[in-house]
């Protein structure tokens, strides 16, 4: 059976940390792929059979969709909530990096006016930050390699 045209990959070579070359994609609407390079163009997808292979399915599924010029299926690890919150994660850690107080990290991201000291101790608010800078700590200690894979019953 003859093989169908293989698109062209346009995209930058790089090199890795660890010295291996791959390929970074654009795929548009703000997704990119890395693809190892072993200096052949790439002509099959490798997905082991493992639990994260359904993810990698999805993965596969939206290059060839970029590749062949069709509509590029939106990812669906992390739902609209979950990624406004990882915003959120960000813009607290980092006022927290840049010596913000929790209540001033608070007023930026709840957008609330200022509050008296004992109304901050009992505020849902002042909790909520809290728990921001503690998740994203977790998520800069490592935490973040859960938001490649999709959440599936054990």
Not at 122 to 132: D, E, G, I, Q
Request: hydrophobic letters at 45%; a positive charge.
């Amino acid at each position: 059976m003859p093989v169908a045209h293989i698109p062209q990959i346009d995209a930058a070579v790089s090199l890795s940390a660890e010295g291996a070359a791959y390929v970074l994609l654009d795929l548009g609407n703000g997704q990119h792929l890395r693809l190892i390079h072993d200096g052949v163009a790439p002509t099959a997808a490798l997905v082991p059979l493992g639990a994260d292979g359904l993810d990698r399915l999805e993965a596969v599924h939206r290059l060839l969709a970029a590749l062949h010029g069709r509509a590029i299926p939106p990812d669906t690890r992390l739902t609209i909530q979950q990624r406004a919150r990882l915003r959120r994660m960000l813009q607290a850690f980092d006022g927290y990096r840049a010596g913000a107080t929790r209540q001033e990290i608070a007023q930026v991201i709840f957008r609330i006016g200022r509050i008296s000291r004992d109304e901050w101790q009992t505020s849902s608010t002042r909790h909520s930050v809290k728990a921001l800078i503690r998740d994203a700590r977790a998520m800069i200690a490592g935490g973040y390699r859960k938001l490649l894979r999709h959440r599936r019953p054990k």
